[in-house]
Nanobody
Framework: QVQLVESGGGLVQAGGSLRLSCAASEPTFSSYYMGWFRRAPGKEREFVAAITWSGGSTYYADSVKGRFTISRDNAKNTVYLQMNNLKPEDMAVYYC??????????????????WGQGTQVTVSS
């Protein structure tokens, strides 16, 4: 059983920055692709970013490309999401997730099998 715990959410003004962290309990964390998703009120959960097990490749939704950066520290079993130039439309609950082994997609939430509890990001205009 993998446990994922997000932290780092909060209230920020538009144009500001936040750094989310996701700590994994699983010692084989370094074997997994990891992703970040978000869900805004009244909207479906959407893909934000993903990173390969080594951190060598990253993937982003068009809406965050150039503003958000996903990274990981396998020695600390932690994945990060650096969010810069935040916009009101970025306001959501952000979730980290572990992708199922062998999955081809990084953007489909059904390809992820373990999820954190979420952390709220609020952006004031």
């Amino acid at each position: 059983q993998v446990q994922l715990v997000e932290s780092g959410g909060g209230l920020v003004q538009a144009g500001g920055s936040l750094r989310l962290s996701c700590a994994a309990s699983e010692p084989t964390f370094s074997s997994y692709y990891m992703g970040w998703f978000r869900r805004a009120p009244g909207k479906e959960r959407e893909f934000v970013a993903a990173i390969t097990w080594s951190g060598g490749s990253t993937y982003y939704a068009d809406s965050v490309k150039g503003r958000f950066t996903i990274s990981r520290d396998n020695a600390k079993n932690t994945v990060y999401l650096q969010m810069n130039n935040l916009k009101p439309e970025d306001m959501a609950v952000y979730y980290c997730a572990k992708r199922k082994p062998g999955s081809a997609s990084v953007v489909a939430p059904e390809r992820y099998d373990y999820w954190g509890q979420g952390t709220q990001v609020t952006v004031s205009s």
